[in-house]
């Protein structure tokens, strides 16, 4: 049933009487936690996706996110009941929905200028299959000003013209591994739309789903802007603190103390230094400003530089426990996703460290638990699980994984030619650590 337009209250109704079918396009990380939710909310969900083994895969009804497992269950019964499928087919989609999510990747091209391309792509096959009263939500991250400018004439050129289908930006603002808590239970959804109605539609549908209720902004621009500013905001408070750690080091005291200290003042709410800051949102999101606008972006540019610059750092400390060169050392890194539990390695600190430890000369290791061998040697270490190594000269934990955690580092010293240990993410205890006969170094301690 066609929805743009209706009063609120009868969205509702009809959402969850089963009524409306809605696209989803893009089943990833983000996109299959969305699409099972609205399907196990009532509505008929077509997931739609590219990759035919994702599609294979979701309608034989399994999950092939491995960082939300309650979302193995709530695939699982929709794809039985019949409530969700999914299919290759593009324009299949939008011929046979009301309703069309997108929530596929946005990049940076080599020049850091926003790369649309996907979505742009997504939207034109939408077009082919737009009719009176569909509605469309944009969930990806995009630079303010896209759904206006860029996916409204799209969407036209299907012949239909504003007002005779509605439009939103309905940012995600979840993070990888807690999805499914956050677009159901944790916080709001904010969404804006290109007319009143629009924004009045998005309302509707999301509180469905959402049980902390939705946020209508004036229009789709300001909804982008709220998205892209809240990563922003995290990639510059993560540069405060990577710098003031730095700053501490010289002084002779304990970042991390002082930072614990400072923030129990309302006020301060200072990040975690580390050793870098990856993944496809924080360090991609503050070039939808910095090379869409004309005003001074000066402040968001360093914050890039300096925590680009972490890992480059982090290298120098390791020279420098090891009195200089790194050619032939044994290195072994820990983690080459770029957060612990989480399986994506774009712009990854580990991944980076990997490349810089190869360029010094050294023979690079490395293990992930969520990464194979191929996965791992695709980045041009040596696999190896570290209780298995021999003779390392230094191990940095470049990613916080839990297994982390339960390492026997008394053991590993044994097997070490020589003892030096990195953390780069805060995840070791240095007095533990140094009680056993270890050369320690963490960010800011
Ligand atoms: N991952 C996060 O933590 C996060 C958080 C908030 C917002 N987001 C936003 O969500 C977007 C998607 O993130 P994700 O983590 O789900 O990405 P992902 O890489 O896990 O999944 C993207 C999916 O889109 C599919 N796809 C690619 N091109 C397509 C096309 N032309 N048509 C249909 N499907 C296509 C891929 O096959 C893949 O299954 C991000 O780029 C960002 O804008 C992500």
């Known amino acids: 049933m066609k929805i743009y337009g209706l009063e609120k209250n009868k ?9 409306i079918t809605v696209s989803v396009y893009g089943l990833g990380k ?18 739609v996706d590219i990759d035919k083994k994702v599609v294979d895969g979701v309608n034989k009804g399994t999950n092939h996110i491995p960082e939300e497992p309650e979302l193995t269950k709530i695939v699982e019964k929709n794809v039985s009941n019949g409530r969700l499928c999914a299919t290759t087919d593009l324009v299949y989609g939008a011929k046979n929905s009301e309703v069309m999510i997108i929530i596929v990747p946005t990049f940076l091209d080599t020049n850091n200028n926003p790369d649309l391309s996907i979505v742009t792509s997504v939207c034109k096959s939408i077009s082919k299959g737009l009719e009176v009263g569909d509605f469309v939500s944009l969930e990806s991250t995009v630079p303010p000003r896209t759904t206006h400018d860029i996916i409204l004439p799209i969407l036209e050129a299907s012949g239909l013209k504003k007002g005779e289908f509605g439009v939103a930006h309905c940012p995600e603002r979840t993070m990888s591994g807690t999805v499914l808590r956050d677009i159901t239970r944790a916080y709001p959804k904010v969404v804006g739309g290109i007319d009143a109605e629009s924004t009045e539609t ?35 408070n993560i540069a405060l603190a990577n710098q003031l750690a730095l700053v501490c080091e010289e002084i002779g005291i304990n970042a991390m103390e002082v930072f614990k200290v400072a923030n129990t003042q309302p006020y301060s709410q200072l990040h975690t230094p580390s050793c870098g800051v990856g993944g496809h949102c ?10 869409t606008v004309n005003r001074d972006t000066s402040l968001l540019e360093l914050a890039r530089k300096i925590n ?41 600190p580990g991944v980076s460290l990997v490349k810089l430890l190869k360029e010094s000369g050294a023979r690079v290791f490395a293990y992930d638990p969520l ?33 982390f955690k339960s390492i026997d580092w008394f053991e ?7 003892k030096v240990l990195i953390d780069g993410t805060q995840l070791v205890d240095p007095e533990q650590i140094k009680l056993n006969g270890f050369w320690f170094y963490g960010i800011g301690r």
């Open 308 to 348: 680009d610059g972490m890992a480059r750092y982090t290298l120098e400390k390791i020279k420098s426990l090891l009195n200089g060169g790194l050619f032939e050392k044994n290195i072994l890194v820990l983690g080459l996703t770029y957060r612990g539990g989480v399986k994506e390695t774009r712009k990854s």
């Open 30 to 47: 983000m996109g299959l936690p969305l699409a099972a939710v609205f399907a196990d909310k009532g509505a008929k969900v077509i997931g």
């Open 11 to 19: 969205i509702i109704e009809v959402f969850k009487a089963g009524e």
């Open 202 to 236: 998005a309302e509707a549908l999301y509180s469905v789903i959402n049980e902390k209720g939705v946020i209508p902004v004036k229009d789709a621009t300001t909804a982008e802007a709220v998205k892209v500013v809240e990563g922003v905001y995290r990639d510059v």
């Open 282 to 291: 924080i360090p991609v999101y503050p070039y939808f400003l910095i090379k």
């Open 412 to 418: 590993i010293g044994k097997r070490m030619r020589n």
């Open 371 to 403: 990464l194979s061998l191929e996965e791992v040697e695709e980045f041009g270490a040596k696999y190896v699980q570290i209780e298995k190594a021999e003779d390392l000269d230094a191990v940095i934990i470049a990613s916080d994984h839990k297994e």
